[in-house]
């Protein structure tokens, strides 16, 4: 029992979840406090473990591997330390006590898969995550997220019980559990099933083309820091489990290139710009999909560690606008660079870093992946992702600081935002900037050493071709902004998957309800009329006008009797 | 929350005033012609490109550009296919 209870306590997704449950028990003003202290005994006990294999158990017969500490895995969980540090510190105060369990619970459990040494371990925490992330999307404790958490939870649960299945599968192949290679295909070139299937639960959570609505449906509508939280960890542990069992699967190749190109539409015609972000993500982690297409796994950890500085900055800048004007639509907003200058300038730090402007943490994260597709010769892929990198520009380095901040001004005056999420935004700012100009510590940290020994971010050419990109494309910007060429923003609701189990899927599930209820119904009303019948019969017959009542003791013991003789012959037949 | 109204006395700020936005023109032409020149400089090319377009010395300016335009001026037009009222789905849910 110790030995288990060891084996727990040394986990560090452990450990946070414990902190998590105790803000449920704890004074609500202690929660953020309580949050912070866990969440720094967590990284401690990250720091001290030091790389290798722990917590092993036995169950039915197969050891688990609960705690593997590699460099693939060690990125991933010290990002998601920093996240959520940067989360708890940006909701500061927050007494909400389902948000602030969940704030720490959900990262817990996206800590728990990435350390996952075995599939099953990796299941349980993807279904956590899953469990513990819906309390977000219901915070506002509105009909509509409570909705769009029911759907949000189903196709969780969706991915979770396919990646069960794949286990299952996997397991009957290969007999072994462990969280490794996979691989789409076998020794012959021929699909796996298994494999396909697991795919497909990764896929799910990562938001692959056609499987990506669930993100735009659910994080928008959580609250101001429920979106910032939710919009860093399933996608990344997706992105993790791919880059574990999946590098060099060359379908993710361009499956990752169409993630980076559909949204930046979808994007520019956004006017909700939390929404415009949740785009961004499926863009962003396109990149990542892509890289370990490549099999080029410092281009994805890379990129996944520095975008969930980047992206989490300008969510939370945007948040911060929407805190102090309560909307986050961009015709709602506008001109408030006059009264929050603090925050327009660490949003456009953030957004120079996702338009990977050198100098920034994006520039030394997504030239690895540039590069991969470069390298791999395939010259279709590399131009879509310069092409991507432009609508990167628009969408997230253009359009939210300058719809935010700028633009036509919305005659809102609202105060700056309040510090604690100044100080969150600010080391988010620094660590954008403070990485792009010094990213040795960050390339330390990348799981392939061999291959980034020889890498220069700050080549003259690899400069030279990134601004030209960069800046030309401003200029394009500047030029439809003078000409009036730039489309205004539109208040609208722009249709996408959802659309098909929102409103068809839904009709038709309202048909089945109703046609099975009416099914149901029928065939009651048959089985009660007969039933009503043949007691209509017996009363006839036995009751106190009927032939049988003439001789009642014998007829009602002649009917217990065959009752009974009945009862018996039926514990007789399954005995 | 808070939001205090717009007083329509106040100063233009300064980003909407006519020298700032000549300032930020004439920064953005200015650098993007010096990083189209750089893209001439043999120092600042790459030694074994990839594609022929890497060799060409304002290849990025022109796909950047490009690409920019046509995100734009394309993509507004799928507005027309998906863009529905604001209240859609609240209507219908």
Known sequence: MAALIDVFVQNPAVILTIGALITLVTPRHLASLILLIVTALSAIKLYTLGLGEYGRISLIGEELTTLRLDPLSRIFAVVFHIAAALNIIYGWGQRDRAQNFATLAYPAAALGGVLAGDLITLFIWWEIAAITSVFLVWAPGTRVTYLAGMRYLAIQVLSGVLLLGGIVLLYRETGSINFDFIGLRDANGAIKFSALVMLLAFGIKAAFPLLHNWVQDAYPKSTITGAIILSIFTTKLAVYSLARAFPGTNELIYIGAVMTIFPIFFALIENDLRKVLTYSINNQVGFMVCAIGFGAINGAAGYAFGNIIFEGLLFMALGAAMFRTGTSKATELGGLYKTMPITMGLCIIGAMSISAFPGTLGFVTKGLIIDAAGGAHMLWIWLVLLFASAGVLEHAGIKIPYFTFFAHDSGKRPAEAPPQMLIAMGIAGALCLGFGVYPDPLYALLPDQAAIAGYHPYSPYHVVEQLQLLLWAVLAFAVLVLIKWYPAEVPSTNLDTDWLYRIPGRAFAGWVVGASGATFNALWAIFSGRVHAIMERIYAVHGPEGQMAKSWPIGFMALWTAILLGFVLVIAFFA | ?93
């Open chain 2, 1 to 93: 929350m808070t939001d205090h109204n717009h007083n329509p006395d106040e100063k233009p700020g300064w980003a909407d005033t006519k020298g700032f936005r000549n300032v930020f023109l004439g920064v953005l032409m200015t650098a993007c012609v010096l990083s189209a020149l750089a893209g001439f400089v043999p120092a600042f090319q790459k030694d074994h490109p990839h594609f022929a377009a890497e060799g060409f010395p304002v290849f990025f300016a022109l796909w950047g550009f490009a690409a920019f335009m046509f995100i734009v001026l394309a993509g507004q037009h799928l507005r027309k296919l998906v863009g529905r009222k604001e209240d859609y789905y609240e209507e219908r849910e």
